[in-house]
Structures are given as C-alpha cells and as structure tokens.
C-alpha cells in the first residue's frame, strides 16, 4: 500500500458508517448535556473540518512515520494551520452571513479549537498504526506462504532432477565395462572410420558428464558443460555430414563461473529438436556472455516448418522453476516466438 487513501477508498462504505455514527453520538451527548440546538450549517462546517484534519494527518503519519524527528514538527504545523483556518473560515462565512459562528478573537476560541485539532489528530494516529499493523501482518502471512511454496518447489525440483537424470542416462550396465566397450570400439574405429570415432568418443564425454552431476541445487563449472555442447554439436555435424549451422559464441573467459547443470545443454538439444537448422544464412546461434553485469546466455534459431509433437514447453517450464528457484529475483529468463518464424530463449543473471 502506498498512501492511506489507498486504504480508505478499499473500505470507503465503513469509514461513511463510523463518521456517522460519531457524529450522532457527539451531537447526542452534546445536545443531552446543553439542551441547545446546533444548526445544520454549523454542523456540516465544523465535521467537514475534523474529518479533513484526520485524514490528512493520517496521510503525513503514514508517509514520514520512519522519519520520528520529523512527527512533531507536522503534528504542530497541522494544528497551527488547522486553528488559523478555522478562525479564517468563521469569519469569513459569517460576513457571507452563511453561517453565524464567529466570536472574533479570544483565547476561548483558540483553546476550543486547539483541543478538536488535538483530539481528532490523536484519533488520527491511531488509525494510522491500525492500518500499518494490518499490512505487516499480512505482509508477514505473504511471506510465510511464499517460504513455505519454495521449500515445496525445491523438494519437487530435486524430483524432478533425479528422474531427469535417470531418463537421461539408465545405466543398468556397470559404467566403466560400458565406457572400456567405448573405448574399445574408438580405437578400433579410428584409423578405419575417423567420422564414427569422433562421434564415439563425443557421446563417450557426454555420458561422462551426464553420470556425474551433482543435485539440482548444486553448481557446476559452466565450460565442462560447454564442452558437452560442443560435444553434441559434433556428433550432429558428423550425423549430417557438416549440413546444420549452429554457432557457438562465447566473447569473454568463462573458465570460473559456476552455473547450473543441464540448462545450457537442455536449450541447445531444444535447438537440435525443435528447430530448423539446415539454413545456411540463418545458422542457430547459442551467445554466452560473462562480464561485470553477471552471466548472459542466450539462444536464436528458425523455428522447424513441422513443429515437433513433443514439443510442449514441458522442458522449458522446468528449466525457468529451477531457475527461480535457485536465483530469485537475480534471474531475468524468457523464451518466446521471434519475428520471422524465429526462437530466442534469454537468460540472465545479475553478478552478486
């Protein structure tokens, strides 16, 4: 909430109810005690007046009530000025002979309304820190429901790694036999046919890395995982016979950053699944940049002309809570249709 008018305007109707009910009540008591009779015109004056003092009390309590020194500077000039105006106000609506309330000058006038200044401002107060308890409180519920929605979301993200990682890579065979068998077929393929070589031992390194990440929450070295990507890249350049174009950019050193596993990898496998890269003039680009501003990745390609039926987002939803959930508010991530039947997917993350 930013100005108490925020909250009046939610609860006008009550306001409207309390006001007349006080009113009736000060005019009971006051017609009770006196057995005099208040015309109207004075009534509506007078009112019009306190409730104008009250809220804009309120409305300078609220804002400056951090700033304690400066509380009973406005609180005196608001009295001061409230006092002046309504000597002001008499006279002047008694000489329009709309009202015939002035008594001129005299320290009676001032004291009675020094003490309706004094009363309604203190009246003023209150609400004020009413309204500021009921937002920390509500604040304080917000944030024990966000805390509460992120320890869920980070024990169903550890879930959902765990089964990316199984889906990744089941290995029900023990992995060196596996990667000896490997090695065994690379070195036995590499003089006779150097391209299949090249995309064994490229899918070798991949399972590698793919065997050993760490939960989902840790991090890892970002240029071990670029090195998988230029292992998938190889494997399809070699699978096509060098007819994808996809660019790898990398400007700046990245040899310290640490980032998340799977991510970089993922979006690139989304470019080699999803999109059209067999146009050599509109080569799919992956950019990773490392500076003071933080870490920028970001990807572009065509998109295919037969979209793909798997493609449903699922694999971009995952990565963007992770993300979230890791980053918070460092985390700026988007992914969407560009112009000209293109993909860019965004990420960036703020340096600490």
């Not at 305007?9 to 009779?37: D, P, Q, R």
């Not at 979301?153 to 889906?167: A, Q, T, Y």
């Not at 070195?187 to 070589?197: F, H, I, V």
């Not at 390194?205 to 989902?216: F, I, T, V």
Request: hydrophobic share 45%.
């Amino acid at each position: 909430m930013q100005s108490i008018y925020s909250a009046v305007k939610k609860s006008y109707k009550t306001h409207l109810i309390v006001w007349i009910i006080f009113i009736f009540y000060e005019l009971f008591i006051t017609t009770l005690s006196f057995t005099v009779s208040i015309p109207i015109a004075v009534i509506i004056f007078y009112y019009s007046m306190n409730i104008l003092l009250f809220y804009v009390n309120a409305e300078l309590i609220y804002k400056f009530s951090k700033r304690y020194f400066l509380l009973p500077v406005i609180i005196a000039v608001e009295i001061v000025g409230y006092c002046g105006l309504i000597y002001i106000l008499e006279v002047l609506l008694t000489k329009l002979e709309i009202l015939n309330v002035s008594r001129g000058f005299s320290w009676q006038s001032i004291i009675r309304s020094l003490w309706r200044g004094i009363y309604f401002i203190g009246f003023s107060v209150g609400f004020v820190y009413i309204v500021k308890a009921l937002e920390e409180s509500k604040q304080s519920e917000r944030l024990k429901t966000e805390n509460l929605t992120n320890i869920l979301d980070n024990h169903r993200l550890e879930n959902e790694l765990v089964k990316l990682e199984n889906n990744y890579l089941r290995s029900q065979i023990n992995p060196h036999f596996l990667f000896n068998t490997l090695s065994f077929i690379y070195n036995g393929t590499r003089k006779l046919a150097p391209d299949a070589a090249s995309a064994i031992l490229s899918l070798s390194e991949m399972m590698r890395y793919a065997l050993k990440q760490p939960g989902s929450s840790e991090l890892v070295n970002l240029r071990d995982e670029v090195e998988q990507v230029e292992n998938l890249m190889n494997l399809h350049r070699l699978r096509t016979k060098n007819k994808v174009y996809v660019e790898l950019i990398i400007p700046n050193d990245i040899n310290d950053v640490k980032f998340l596993p799977l991510v970089l990898l993922t979006l690139v496998e989304n470019i080699y699944k999803h999109g059209n890269i067999s146009n050599e003039n509109y080569p799919a680009k992956i950019s990773i940049i490392n500076d003071e501003n933080g870490l920028s990745i970001s990807t572009f390609n065509l998109k295919a002309d037969t979209p793909s039926k798997s493609s449903n987002g699922v694999g971009m939803g995952n990565i963007k809570r992770r993300l979230e959930t890791f980053y918070n508010d460092r985390l700026t991530f988007i992914f969407k249709e560009g112009p000209s039947n293109t993909y860019i997917t965004e990420i960036k993350v703020k340096a600490v």
